[in-house]
């Protein structure tokens, strides 16, 4: 596997946490990276950096979101965003360097919801 910073992907993440004012969510502490030659399914997947990492190199949660390039880069626009509200939708509102599961916070009908909302603002 091959991965590379993803700009492109940081600068709509980082938009959308404004439209959507996710004010829990800390910009400067979710680093994006594109990566190629994967055999997963995915689009994309969010990473929170272990709780032992973090003590042991003294850092505040960090999380990564990893958008598979065969799978994310020939999406519309349009599953790109929510693609990216999904994935961020995983970081609890506490910033805690957990991850949300799927379900009650993390589901399609919440995913479309706040696309629409990004839509109309």
Request: one cysteine or more; glycine letters at 2%; a positive charge.
């Amino acid at each position: 596997m091959v991965y590379e910073p993803a700009e492109d992907v940081r600068k709509l993440a980082l938009n959308i946490i404004k439209k959507l004012e996710f004010n829990h969510i800390n910009p400067n502490r979710i680093f994006f990276v594109r990566s190629r030659n994967s055999r997963s399914s995915s689009v994309a997947r969010i990473w929170a950096l272990p709780s032992i990492w973090r003590y042991a190199l003294n850092l505040e949660p960090t999380y990564i979101i990893e958008v598979l390039a065969e799978k994310y880069d020939s999406l519309p626009e349009s599953e790109k965003i929510k693609v990216l509200i999904h994935e961020l939708l995983h970081i609890p509102s506490k910033f805690s360097g957990g991850l949300r599961p799927h379900g009650k916070c993390v589901n399609r009908k919440r995913v479309n919801e706040l696309y629409l909302r990004y839509l109309n603002s």
